[in-house]
């Protein structure tokens, strides 16, 4: 009892030192946050997974000694000829949470720009202030879990950056420095905290003794179980020694197949029950035991059988890289694919700019009407894999269309299917004939021997309907006035 008041109050003491901790970006920081959320930034560090990190993530013991990928997250209307700087600090060095100045600069760099659809945020410059991660963080000021604050600000044309001594990480002044260089507050920021040098954080220590706690509370409760079976099997060894029943039951139960859940044996007899010994009144009670038996007639055998448990387990969903472009051409590799429900659908776009934007079987070149996927245009000129992918969720498994929405591409075939069954062949040849908007196709031809017919699709065959039939008109009245 007393390791267990000890343990609480520990933990409690614990989980206060890591609330204290866990308080967010502080406010200094945040005066220039979009409000409205349009402009929000997203870190990804590739090492621990391909998802954004939670703002306020206990990171502790990750690999973090790589800089992260940048994104402006679910932001719209992004001017694309926007810049931005980022830089990543730790307000922790102080001693106190509430204490914020100076920081630790760990990472500074300019000329961020969006990428791609508009989303991801790159920068072609060098880092003014290389990357290091929580493992270059010391405890000399007692603080033993620290926040790490990415901000970002909005660069002005023309910008020169200045009061940046790359070797001089200590006493940065975030405030100072924006004043210096003439910067409007941080737009967006994220952060997450992990322990001092990457070891135990407080949040380790408070599962560790949550961990315990568990256990004495486990000890007590098996416990408990022992002295409940003890009671029920002293009853049962005086009910079986008092009726002949309980023997034809052992013998029986040895010859049963072990999918036999239950076995009733009755037969006339007076049954007396055992007392049970007395059970510690600190521990949970036993539930009371009915010795008071029904006895049937002798020929009365009931056999209940259990169905066999379902130990199939459910398959993990699976991840399908597709390869969008590049050296193979206006083609998708693979150009068509089977999946299940709950997998991914990853596009790599290559040379030089594609999309894969969702359709329909009908209308092969036309983006689907309502909540259908779209990639927006993904420019990758150098054809370096994994620089734009994009991830489609297999909602069920119905068949799913794609097409490259850049110029002719869905007409030269560049489409793409997910468990598309016999109809991928249909699919494409409908995009090449000419379905992308759902016009049907027209014919025309000039009248007399020797014609060619011509076919056109669209508007172009409107168009050119238009000129053929004012042709044979013309030639009409020429005839006419021979």
């Known amino acids: 009892m007393l390791s267990q008041i000890l343990t609480t109050?520990?933990?409690?003491?614990?989980?206060?030192?890591?609330?204290?901790?866990?308080?967010?970006?502080?406010?200094?920081?945040?005066?220039?946050?979009?409000a409205s959320g349009t402009t929000a930034l997203e870190i990804t560090y590739p090492s621990i997974s391909n998802k954004p990190v939670d703002d306020g993530s206990d990171l502790t013991g990750q690999p973090?000694?790589?800089?992260?990928?940048?994104?402006?997250?679910?932001?719209?209307?992004?001017?694309t000829n926007a810049r931005f700087i980022v830089l990543m600090i730790d307000p922790d060095v102080n001693g106190s949470p509430d204490t914020v100045n100076p920081q630790r600069l760990h990472y500074m760099r300019t000329d961020f720009s969006p990428s791609g659809n508009g989303v991801q945020i790159e920068s072609a410059n060098p880092p003014d202030v290389k990357y290091v991660g929580p493992e270059a963080t010391t405890d000399d000021a007692g603080t033993p879990v620290h926040r790490y604050v990415f901000l970002m600000y909005e660069q002005p044309k023309g910008f020169a950056l200045k009061s940046v001594d790359p070797n001089m990480r200590d006493g940065f002044d975030v405030a100072k420095w924006r004043e210096e260089n003439g910067l409007e507050p941080a737009v967006a920021g994220v952060h997450f905290v992990a322990s001092v040098g990457g070891g135990t954080a407080v949040g380790t220590i408070a599962v560790a003794l949550e961990t315990t706690a568990a256990l004495d509370t486990t000890a007590a409760l098996e416990t408990t179980a022992v002295l409940d079976t003890t009671a029920v099997l002293e009853t049962t060894a005086a009910l079986e020694?008092?009726?002949?029943?309980?023997?034809?039951?052992?013998?029986?139960?040895?010859?049963?197949?072990?999918?036999?859940?239950?076995?009733?044996v009755t037969a006339p007899c007076e049954c007396t029950a055992a007392v049970a010994p007395p059970v510690d009144t600190a521990l949970a009670a036993p539930p009371a035991v009915d010795t008071a038996l029904a006895v049937p007639p002798a020929d009365s055998i009931s056999l209940s059988v259990a169905p066999p448990a379902d130990t199939a387990a459910a398959p993990a969903a699976a991840t399908h890289t597709v390869?969008?472009?590049?050296?193979?051409?206006?083609?998708?590799?693979?150009?068509?694919?089977?999946?299940?429900?709950?997998?991914t659908v990853r596009f790599d776009?290559?040379?030089?700019?594609?999309?894969?934007?969702?359709s329909t079987l009908d209308l092969p070149c036309m983006p689907k009407a309502a909540g259908g996927a779209k990639s927006g245009f993904r420019a990758n000129p150098d054809n370096i894999p994994g620089k734009e992918v994009f991830d489609f969720v297999v909602p069920d498994e119905k068949p799913q269309w794609?097409?490259?929405?850049?110029?002719?591409?869905?007409?030269?075939?560049?489409v793409f299917a997910v468990n598309p069954g016999e109809k991928f062949a249909e699919f494409k040849a409908k995009a090449m004939a000419g379905n992308a908007t759902g016009a049907a196709g027209a014919t025309a031809s000039a009248g007399g021997a020797g014609a060619?017919?011509?076919t056109f699709t669209g508007s172009a065959a409107v168009l050119q309907g238009k000129n053929v039939a004012v042709a044979a008109g013309a030639v009409a009245i020429l005839l006419a006035l021979l």
């Open 452 to 454: 060619v017919p011509t």
């Open 241 to 264: 020694t008092t009726a002949a029943a309980a023997e034809t039951t052992a013998a029986l139960a040895e010859q049963l197949p072990p999918n036999i859940a239950v076995v009733t």
């Open 349 to 358: 776009f290559l040379s030089k700019n594609h999309t894969a934007t969702q």
């Open 323 to 343: 390869t969008v472009g590049g050296p193979a051409g206006l083609v998708y590799t693979p150009p068509f694919l089977s999946a299940a429900a709950g997998d």
């Open 64 to 79: 973090l000694t790589t800089v992260p990928a940048f994104k402006l997250g679910d932001s719209s209307g992004v001017n």
């Open 9 to 34: 109050t520990l933990l409690l003491a614990v989980r206060t030192t890591l609330a204290t901790n866990h308080i967010g970006i502080p406010a200094a920081f945040t005066k220039g946050f979009d």
């Open 402 to 414: 794609f097409f490259c929405a850049q110029a002719d591409h869905c007409a030269k075939g560049m």
